[in-house]
Nanobody, 121 residues
Framework: QVQLVESGGGLVQAGGSLRLSCVVS????????MGWFRQALGKDREFVSD????????DYADSVKGRFTISRDNAKNTVYLQMNSLKPEDTAIYYC??????????????WGKGTLVTVSS
């Protein structure tokens, strides 16, 4: 079984930064895309960013381009999301996710339980 555990969420003022981490454990395989979704209160879950196995190909939602940076360390089975210039509208529960053999927008195989990010104004 595969488990995803997020960390790094918290409370930050607008304009501040946070770094989220997600580590994958269990019976993992190579070749998976890894990334993040988020869900704000009263809103649908939305795609934030993902990164392919090689670490070369990345995707970002328009709302976070230029502010968030995704990276991964395959030796540690870990993905990171560096979030800069945070805005109150970034407030949400952030969920880590992986997809084997494709990218996250094609579907999600495993979800983490989420970490809360709160950006105050």
């Amino acid at each position: 079984q595969v488990q995803l555990v997020e960390s790094g969420g918290g409370l930050v003022q607008a304009g501040g930064s946070l770094r989220l981490s997600c580590v994958v454990s269990g019976r993992t395989l190579s070749g998976y895309a890894m990334g993040w979704f988020r869900q704000a209160l009263g809103k649908d879950r939305e795609f934030v960013s993902d990164i392919g196995w090689s670490g070369i190909t990345t995707d970002y939602a328009d709302s976070v381009k230029g502010r968030f940076t995704i990276s991964r360390d395959n030796a540690k089975n870990t993905v990171y999301l560096q979030m800069n210039s945070l805005k109150p509208e970034d407030t949400a529960i952030y969920y880590c996710a992986i997809r084997y053999g494709s990218r996250l927008l094609r579907g999600v195989d495993y979800w983490g339980k989420g970490t809360l990010v709160t950006v105050s104004s």
